[in-house]
């Protein structure tokens, strides 16, 4: 079916995130994560380190690659030959954050977004929550990838 661009910012990567990347891998060729830089947002992970935590985190994976972009988002699906876009949806909140941008990517560029419904045992899971958790001390290895919480801890450090 193609190669889509899963987008996000991914600081931190989440099981989330790797739910919707395995399951993306299944309804697709290639699955590229376009691990962003958002000037909207001031990330604790630098991007060289989200790439490559997801980048272990998705390393069992075949067909599954992560790359850094910065920039228009269908500028990089054009770059990269993508047909879609996947985006994973925890609720009606993400829904109603995701579909505005959905139909300004398509409308710049033709490309569509599939939406996939998140892991229900995972829905409370946010990059968000994990940084705060993590930042009052709490333990994190429940909602994240091998290695996440070590570079979240050393990354708190550093800030402090």
């Known amino acids: ?50 790439v490559r935590l997801a980048s272990a985190a998705v390393a069992h994976l075949d067909g599954v690659e992560v790359r850094s972009t910065n920039g228009l988002l269908v500028d990089f699906c054009r770059e990269v030959g993508a047909t879609a876009i996947v985006k994973g949806l925890r609720g009606g909140a993400d829904y109603d954050i995701e579909r505005p941008m959905a139909l300004m990517n398509r409308s710049l560029s033709g490309i569509e977004t599939v939406f996939l419904t998140g892991d229900h045992a995972l829905s409370h899971i946010a990059s968000s929550l994990v940084r705060d958790v993590a930042r009052h001390g709490g333990d994190v290895s429940a909602y994240v990838p091998e290695g ?4 979240l801890h050393e990354a708190l450090r550093r800030e402090a």
């Open 1 to 50: 079916m193609g190669t889509v661009v899963f987008p996000g910012s991914f600081d931190p990567v989440t099981l989330g995130h790797v739910d919707i990347a395995v399951r993306a891998r299944a309804l697709f060729d290639h699955v590229i994560i376009a691990v962003a830089h958002n000037s909207a947002k001031r990330p604790l992970l630098d991007v060289e380190t989200r």
């Open 148 to 151: 996440v919480e070590a570079a």
